[in-house]
């Protein structure tokens, strides 16, 4: 970008628009506004706000985009509440109250690049399994968009018994099933996210080919005799130690000859780029005490460490969507 004044302050007030953003999230002012408009009276009744906080807020949102405003009410357009409206069966809301929850973490990223990780927050992975729930809901609000066309980046043709490894909802495993008949599943993750994934397919004739493990891959061994294995969005929550781990987990879990993908960030080699990644690794800082995003070089050699062979990048990150695979030999 050019460096001019300009774009320097710029950047010092980024934080705006997403703060004005956040707040109409936490005020599920887009779910109320989705039913009809409402004037900045009644919805400052509504939701016990002051009338003054609740007009500003609202005609910030105005020039967003996000609201339009008539005759002094205010309306959500439509493609807006079937995104952001928590009674939309595509909302994204589950994800946006993630980052709701991620802005007290970044608010401590001066003290957590200073003194370390004594002055992280608890994880969601410490929390609640009610928070843990809302994590795997936040997760699928993303993953159902992109499990297809990850599903056929991969081309898993041959491929008979999938391992999903910490697949949450089972967005992956059900894009997979869905796309390859003749293929059953075993989805491999925490009570919470096992709960939600059998709810979510009850009604589906897919929940027949899938068999559902609670277990902590932490701590656990994994359900064995696969001949593919996903870990998607899973190894950036991870020390370089704990991956190595838990490829050799994934190793034992797989047939001769099984393929091990893993979707994530993949970086190029000094870490800049993609920019979506360096990013992401300052929130893996923040949010984890070791995790953080890694280059192809850095995982092959933690893949090569599980004895993993014919360690490819099958498809280069853009912004999480990176593939790497291995096989047991």
């Known amino acids: ?75 959500c357009p439509a493609e807006v509440a079937t995104l952001l409206s928590k009674d939309s069966p595509t ?12 802005w ?36 699928h609000a993303i993953a159902y968009r992109l499990a297809p066309r990850i599903v056929a980046a991969i081309k898993p043709v041959a ?11 089972a967005s992956y495993t059900q894009a997979f099933l869905e796309a390859y008949p003749d293929m059953k599943a075993t989805l491999f993750d925490l009570p919470s996210a096992i709960k939600i994934a059998q709810t979510r397919l009850a009604d589906t004739d897919l929940i027949n080919r899938i068999t559902f493990v609670a277990g902590d891959f932490y701590k656990d061994e994994l359900p064995t005799g696969h001949d593919l294995a996903l870990l998607s969005a899973i190894i950036h929550q991870n020390s370089p130690e ?13 047939q001769p000859g099984g393929r091990l993908v893993i979707r994530d960030h993949v970086m190029s080699p000094d870490h800049t780029l993609p920019m979506s990644g360096a990013f992401f690794a300052v929130n893996m800082l923040v ?17 090569e460490s599980a004895s993993f062979t014919k360690i490819n990048l099958t498809q280069p990150d853009e912004e999480m969507n990176g593939l790497v ?4 030999q």
């Open 1 to 75: 970008m050019p460096i001019k004044p300009e774009t320097i302050l710029g950047l010092s007030t980024k934080f705006r628009e997403s703060r004005i953003f956040l707040t109409a999230a936490e005020l599920d002012i887009f779910s109320l506004l989705a039913k009809h408009p409402m004037s900045a009276q009644e919805i400052a009744d509504t939701i016990q706000g002051t009338l003054r906080g609740i007009t500003i807020l609202l005609n910030a949102l105005v020039p967003m985009g996000l609201l339009e405003k008539k005759d002094e009410k205010y309306y």
């Open 91 to 102: 909302s994204i809301m589950p994800g946006v109250m993630i980052t709701v929850a991620g």
């Open 104 to 139: 007290k973490r970044w608010s401590d990223l001066t003290e957590i690049v200073r003194y370390g990780p004594q002055k992280i927050r608890p994880s969601i992975f410490d929390s609640s399994e009610r928070e843990q729930e809302m994590f795997t809901r936040a997760m």
């Open 159 to 169: 491929a008979k018994k999938l391992l999903d490894i910490g697949g949450g909802s």
């Open 242 to 254: 704990q991956n190595i781990a838990l490829y050799r987990k994934t190793y034992r879990a797989l």
């Open 287 to 303: 949010g984890t005490r070791e995790g953080s995003t890694y280059s192809f070089e850095e995982i092959k050699a933690s893949l």
């Open 325 to 328: 695979e291995g096989f047991k």
